[in-house]
């Protein structure tokens, strides 16, 4: 088997010296038009492929990002993912997704192994820290941001979603559709973005009917518990009419549970849910939602690494993105 071309392969074929071609491969220190000409030359000519991993050892930095995120399954998280691996491509880096259970975060050894594989940065969108743990990252000394579950408005390296105003529009909505008992299946209440939609539910909900208690099931964003807990809710409050769920996934398991109970969608119950994910299209009725820009959250965060990484400055500080209101069949049917 041929062997792999080295460093020294490319000077020697050059003619010039291992420490030339190592400043052209890395961009620092002067070399001539002539010789820089010559390295890449010969380059294409051996098609010499740098080994990024030495490299980046020999840097100190490995041109890598590691993606912190809460579960693989939803779908939430794999369409950001593109984006940050789009944006992350283009800028010379490359990802690795890191897939949380349980209470990984509080573990130490879960940040001694990150630290061990040499990443430049992470983006983390897990949330089961507290300040202890937060503390621990931030020894690492390791460039992050912080989105999604992790996100903390009063921190400047985090960038935000309006929950507050997402679950305001989810609610009016329904009202404005007709529903008079409305419903919440939230996320984890430990979860500030689930705090921050069930404050918005009860906002809404003590405005226009401040007569009635508002209902409220914890949910844990995933597709079993929103089909659990709504046959729940209709075991225990068979009145409901509309029924907002913290999460997209949440909202296809309820659709699965009225379905197998059936009770119509959405002539007798309207559903809304929250992120916007496309499989809410595939579904039947398709399922109306709070859209969050989940490419634009990915593409602002991967800026943001990349510019602490590399300590430059000057991206416009976007802390809090805005939602869209999506109305489809399963709310705009109700009644009808
Ligand atoms: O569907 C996943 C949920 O977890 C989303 O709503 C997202 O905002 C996160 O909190």
Not at 21 to 27: A, E, I
Not at 109 to 128: E, H, K, M, P, T
Not at 308 to 331: A, C, F, M, Q
Request: aromatic fraction near 8%.
């Amino acid at each position: 088997m041929k062997s792999k071309i080295t460093i020294r392969d490319v000077a020697k074929e050059a003619g010039v010296s291992v420490a030339t071609v190592s400043r052209y491969l890395n961009n620092n220190g002067y070399i001539s038009d002539q010789a820089e000409k010559k390295i890449k030359d010969v380059m294409d000519r051996l098609n010499y492929q740098p080994n990024e991993i030495a490299r980046g050892l020999a840097m100190k930095k490995t041109r890598t990002i590691a993606l912190i995120i809460p579960d693989i399954t939803n779908p939430f998280f794999p369409e950001l993912v593109v984006a940050i691996e789009k944006v992350a491509k283009s800028k010379g880096y490359s990802i690795i997704l890191v897939n949380t259970y349980d209470d990984d975060l509080q573990n130490n050894d879960f940040w001694v192994q990150l630290q061990n594989r040499y990443v430049d940065g992470f983006i983390l969108a897990s949330f089961q820290f507290d300040e202890k743990v937060l503390k621990g990252i931030e020894e690492l000394q390791i460039p992050f941001v912080r989105i999604d579950r992790a996100a903390d408005y009063n921190t400047d390296d985090s960038i935000g979603l309006n929950n507050f105003k997402g679950a305001s529009l989810a609610v009016d909505h329904l009202i404005e559709v007709g529903c008079r008992n409305i419903a919440h299946i939230s996320g984890p209440a430990s979860y500030p973005p689930s705090q921050d939609r069930m404050r918005g539910y009860l906002d809404r909900l003590a405005s226009r009917f401040p007569e009635k208690e508002p209902i409220v099931y914890e949910g844990d964003f995933s597709l079993e518990s929103g089909k659990v807990l709504t046959e729940k809710l209709f075991q225990e409050n068979p009145n409901v009419d509309g029924i907002f769920l913290a999460n997209d996934l949440m909202a296809i398991g309820s659709l699965k549970a009225l379905k197998l109970m059936g009770i119509q969608v959405p002539t007798q119950v309207a559903l809304i849910g929250f992120d916007g994910i496309k499989l809410t299209e595939m579904v039947e009725p398709e399922i109306s939602t709070v859209e969050q820009p989940i490419y634009e959250i990915g593409i602002i965060a991967t800026n943001k690494l990349i510019h602490k990484i590399e300590g430059t400055n000057g991206l416009p500080d976007e802390k809090e993105l805005d939602v869209r209101l999506v109305k489809r069949r399963s709310t705009l049917g109700f009644g009808v």
